[in-house]
């Protein structure tokens, strides 16, 4: 059974970090693409930024130069370091994961031939507050 449980949201100022933590369980975590996605209230989820198996790794427009996403493959984890954090930034944070095969990434989000990844399990997320 897959499992993804987020961690380390929380309240900060303007301007200040805050480290996500996605721990994977029941797939093998280093093969497939695996991303961080937030919702805002009143607000359709978007993608924030992604990594495949190779490493390589995409943001949207909004968070790069300020967010980091990197995996630990040794202990089937995801990470959004996120430095800089804007009012805007406030949303619950969600980590995702495709088992799909031939899986790119791209302005934040996975990409499959066809199009954009829907990708196939979701954590439970973890809220980011932001005040300024």
């Known amino acids: 059974q897959v499992q993804l449980v987020e961690s380390g949201g929380g309240s900060v100022e303007a301007g200040g970090s805050l480290t996500l933590s996605c721990a994977a369980s029941g797939y093998t975590f280093s093969s497939y693409c695996m991303g961080w996605f937030r919702q805002a209230p009143g607000k359709e989820r978007e993608g924030v930024a992604t990594?495949?198996?190779?490493?390589?790794?995409s943001y949207t427009d909004s968070v790069k130069g300020r967010f980091t996403i990197s995996r630990d493959n040794a202990k089937n984890t995801l990470y959004l370091e996120m430095n800089s954090l804007k009012p805007e930034d406030t949303a619950m944070y969600y980590c995702?994961?495709?088992?799909?095969?031939?899986?790119?990434?791209?302005?934040?989000?996975?990409?499959?031939?066809?199009?954009?990844?829907?990708?196939?399990?979701w954590g439970k997320g973890t809220l980011v507050n932001i005040s300024s």
């Open positions: 990594i495949d198996s190779d490493g390589d790794t």
């Open positions: 995702g994961a495709s088992v799909r095969w031939g899986i790119y990434v791209s302005d934040g989000y996975c990409y499959n031939p066809g199009g954009r990844d829907p990708l196939d399990y």
